[in-house]
């Protein structure tokens, strides 16, 4: 399975984002995927998840998570960004939303930097 985050970028504070987890596999569009953050220095902080049937989990209320199975993609929508949002964002897979939530994923994709000036 491979993941591929895209999306990031540098803004300005109260900017918005929309980032995406593209999967391969028949796998991606069965199982939770969820997006985690890293700002440097910091632990990785569960954001958002969403599973196979669109049931969504968000840690963030500026943050709206969606998927397009037939792309086999999820998205994640940020809005009013801060300088606190500033992090390397990862998507994963994972087999429920209440495992993703504490990290406890089976894939890890590749993150994309999401920059947010003041």
């Known amino acids: 399975v491979q993941l591929q985050a895209s999306g990031g970028g540098m803004v300005q504070t109260g900017a918005s984002l929309r980032l995406s987890c593209s999967g391969s596999?028949?796998?991606?569009?069965?199982?939770?995927v969820g997006w985690f953050r890293q700002a440097p220095g910091k632990e990785r902080e569960y954001v958002a998840a969403?599973?196979?049937?669109g049931y969504t989990d968000s840690a963030k209320a500026r943050f709206t998570i969606s998927r397009d199975n037939s792309a086999n993609t999820v998205f994640l929508q940020m809005d009013s960004l801060t300088p606190e949002d500033t992090a390397i964002y990862y998507c994963?897979?994972?087999?429920?939303?209440?495992?993703?939530?504490?990290?406890?994923?089976?894939?890890w994709g590749q993150g994309t930097q999401v920059t947010v000036s003041s």
């Open positions: 596999g028949n796998i991606f569009s069965s199982r939770v």
């Open positions: 969403i599973n196979w049937s």
């Open positions: 994963a897979l994972g087999p429920t939303i209440a495992s993703t939530r504490r990290g406890e994923v089976d894939y």
